[in-house]
């Protein structure tokens, strides 16, 4: 038993490598003095990251991904709050089939579903650049705000509301003042991820973008291509640590519990 736990450990641990040993490798890189990438770093430098705050076309996509991740998760919750409250709440004929449309941005390959969007909201339909995106990255925030928030509902007494119902309340009045309050943290919770998925999409902003009109994601995807400075490695790890704080975020308020139990 013994050596079992032994060899259950070591896989573990080589588990861990596998999965962290790049991301270290990237943050080390980072803190290179000199123009050229490399491991390990020839001295310790914050040269880079200062760097990334000089490169306008950095700073100006950072503006352009955060409008939009917050402006689509305000469409997504506009439209998936109901949505969740409708799924959780009601039986009717349709249902499953309904759940189905709303999850299936997540079913469906990134490229596929980015290529679809550019060939109907931009070239059929001519809408604007950043129309498009934004309605991209809606439909990409919504299955997301619907799953997180159906799954808070999951756990709620809907007893509740309807002794509000039975005291006088209104329909909609009891939606906002007993529904609501009772699942905030789930929809804390829908947002975070929501706005990670956004904010780190490649797969629909590649499609989605266009003259004048980009995402940080795509922006490093082409200063990649012509450089080859650590300032991608010291981007990635200010990213790590938003996404890392977010997800403790997500823990604090939720759990991950919460994501397996439906």
């Known amino acids: 038993m013994r050596e079992n736990n032994r060899g259950l450990a070591l896989f573990t641990g080589l588990v861990y490598v596998f999965l962290l040993g790049p991301l270290v490798i990237i943050a080390v890189s980072s803190f290179e003095p000199g123009s050229i990438l490399k491991f390990p770093p020839s001295g310790?430098?914050?040269?880079?990251?200062?760097?990334?705050?000089?490169?306008?076309?950095?700073?100006?996509?950072?503006?352009t991904s955060m409008a939009v991740s917050l402006l689509g998760n305000l469409f997504a919750l506009l439209l998936g709050v109901p949505a969740a409250y409708a799924l959780s709440r009601y039986s009717f004929r349709g249902k499953e089939m309904l759940n189905a449309v709303f999850i299936s941005p997540v079913l469906i390959p990134g490229i596929v579903l980015g290529f679809a969007m550019l060939k109907y909201l931009i070239v059929a339909y001519h809408l604007p650049i950043y129309t498009?995106?934004?309605?991209?990255?809606?439909?990409?925030?919504?299955?997301?705000?619907?799953?997180v928030i159906a799954s808070s509902l999951a756990n709620f007494d809907f007893s509740v509301e309807e002794a509000a119902l039975s005291l006088g309340a209104s329909r909609l009045h009891t939606f906002f003042k007993v529904v609501l309050p009772n699942i905030r943290s789930g929809i804390i919770a829908a947002v975070l991820i929501a706005f990670l998925e956004s904010f780190n999409n490649v797969d629909i902003s590649v499609f989605m973008t266009g003259p004048g009109v980009?995402?940080?994601?795509?922006?490093?995807?082409?200063?990649?291509?012509?450089?080859?400075?650590p300032t991608i490695a010291a981007i990635s790890v200010l990213l790590m640590i938003i996404t890392s704080i977010l997800m403790f975020l997500i823990e604090r308020l939720m759990g991950l519990s919460y994501f397996t139990k439906r």
């Open 44 to 63: 310790f430098s914050w040269r880079w990251y200062a760097n990334i705050f000089d490169v306008e076309m950095f700073m100006s996509t950072f503006r």
């Open 214 to 229: 980009s995402t940080l994601p795509i922006q490093l995807l082409t200063y990649v291509e012509n450089y080859f400075d």
């Open 132 to 147: 498009a995106l934004l309605i991209g990255h809606t439909v990409i925030m919504l299955p997301f705000i619907i799953r």
